[in-house]
């Protein structure tokens, strides 16, 4: 009596006389567990639903003779190949977990790479040296920077804005440009043009404060994930390296 009890409850259903193991259901739960979905009672019947269907359209394919034809054969094989390299993947990083010490380094690495000052600046661009040269004669007797930069500035960017650039990195600017800027104090503008490969600038600095930098909590998810990629990149790199073929790779 024991055996038959034992076959009904791992058994889900049948369908034209073909029992289905339970064990189906259990396997398509355990991957979404792993994709991170919450497991419901309510899933639970969804995904009991699936199986059972996925078996009527299965043996419905099969009547049809589609699981014997060779582009369907194609398409199995090259789904068994990417599961399989995905698993030796997921391996790799069970395998080469990222530490906390690993997340904390390359968070110290970017903040001390990090300028630690941004500059608010405004500026006009003309693409003569002559004009440039009027602009500041006129800002020097007190004309408004703004409303130069909105009159003659060649910026389309800034222009409307009365020239502002907004706080920005100097490494955001060319070399010229960001030079020029950091030698003036708060207030100051340039008392000549600087010349680059737009043209020539009047640039004013508005104000500068120390570089905002995310707290390591903010970014902890995103700098984990960028060096599980990196590892994964050199984990894939080297298997390349090691491998005996005479094919050339494009890159």
């Keep these: 009596l024991l055996i038959p009890l034992v076959t009904h409850a ?59 034809s060779e582009a369907l054969k194609a398409q199995i094989e090259l789904a068994r190949q990417s599961l399989t390299i995905n698993a ?16 904390q380094a390359s968070y110290d690495h970017f903040k001390a790479q990090t300028p630690a000052t941004e500059y608010r600046a405004r500026h006009i661009l003309v693409t003569q040296e002559s004009l440039a040269k009027k602009l500041i004669a006129q800002l020097k007797k007190g004309a408004k920077f703004e409303m130069l930069a909105r009159k003659y500035s060649k910026d389309p ?38 010349k680059s490969e737009f043209g020539y600038h009047i640039i004013k600095l508005e104000d500068s404060r120390e570089t905002p930098f995310p707290d390591l909590n903010e970014v902890k998810p995103q700098i984990q994930k960028n060096l599980e990629q990196q590892r994964l990149m050199q984990f894939r790199e080297e298997l390349r390296a090691n491998a005996q073929t005479d094919y050339t790779f494009s890159n």
Aim: charge should be negative.
């Design 157 to 194: 960017g800034s222009k409307n804005k009365g020239g502002d650039l907004d706080y920005a990195s100097p490494a955001s600017f060319v070399t010229e440009f960001s030079e020029a800027m950091m030698t003036l104090k708060k207030g100051q503008f340039t008392q000549a043009p600087v």
């Design 88 to 103: 030796l993947f997921n391996e790799y990083k069970k395998a080469n977990p990222v530490t906390e010490a690993d997340i």
């Design 10 to 68: 791992e058994t889900l259903a049948t369908v034209n006389g073909k029992a289905i193991p339970k064990s189906r259901a259990d396997d398509l739960i355990t991957q979404l567990k792993l994709q991170g979905q919450s497991i419901t009672p309510e899933l639970e019947r969804q995904v009991r639903d699936e199986v059972v269907l996925r078996e009527i359209f299965l043996q419905e394919a099969e009547r049809q003779g589609l699981a014997h």
